[in-house]
């Protein structure tokens, strides 16, 4: 200590500043990025489980993913089809051909099919985004659970849209939703009611 402090007032920042500039410091942690195909995927679905199969620390491994020496993956579940699945989705496609002719197919124009699905609808996000003035105060949103929130199903019925010769939208081919509830009068009392009020019934 007496030695550094000797040096500092004598040649200032530089009299006490590393001088080893090449072989010192921390070594680099090398890692085999071949290596990582050899590791089972249902042992490298998170930074900590890929660290230990390949004996480093999680940082040293977050680091050389931050240096792009390998990327994350995320794989989506698919359908496995059979033969028989495979066969009628091409008899389904040969059905929509309007006519016979091998050299120049034509597909029907679908005007007389209609869609229908249900759909789930909830009355509000868990998470929601808000553009807002900086004087202006934060809104509040506030359900019993935010696991169960209010929701309700619906039938939408849509088509195919409609154009004229000029290529005007005559119809914009939305028929309607068509909500799975009815109105009646509440027939018991509860804390969230009288008896007799108007109340939504699924």
Same mark, same amino acid.
């Given at each position: 200590m007496q030695r550094i402090w000797r040096e500092g007032q004598l040649?200032?920042?530089t009299g006490v500043k590393n001088k080893l500039t090449k072989n010192c410091g921390r070594k680099r942690i090398e890692i085999d990025m071949d290596s990582i195909k050899t590791v089972p995927l249902h042992e490298r679905t998170t930074f900590q489980d890929l660290a230990n199969a390949l004996g480093v620390s999680r940082s040293t491994l977050y680091n050389r993913f931050k240096e792009g020496y390998f990327r994350r993956h995320t794989n989506d579940l698919k359908f496995s089809l059979t033969d028989d699945n495979k066969k009628a989705r091409?008899? =389904?496609?040969?059905s929509m051909l309007g006519n016979n002719i091998p050299n120049a197919p034509t597909f029907n124009p679908m005007y007389n099919i209609v869609y229908i699905d249900e759909k789930w609808? =909830?009355?509000t996000r868990r998470n929601q985004k808000y =553009?807002?003035?900086n004087d202006e105060e934060r809104p509040q949103r506030a359900v019993k659970s935010k696991n169960f929130i209010e929701k309700?199903?619906?039938?939408t019925v849509v088509a195919r849209p409609r154009f004229d010769e000029h290529g005007v939208c005559t119809f914009d081919g939305k028929i309607g939703n068509f909500p799975f509830v009815y109105v009646e009068p509440a027939k018991r009392w509860s804390p969230n009611r009288d008896r007799g009020m108007t109340c939504i019934c699924t």
């Open positions: 040649g200032g920042i091409v008899k =389904y496609c040969l609808f =909830y009355r =553009y807002l003035a309700v199903m619906v039938l």
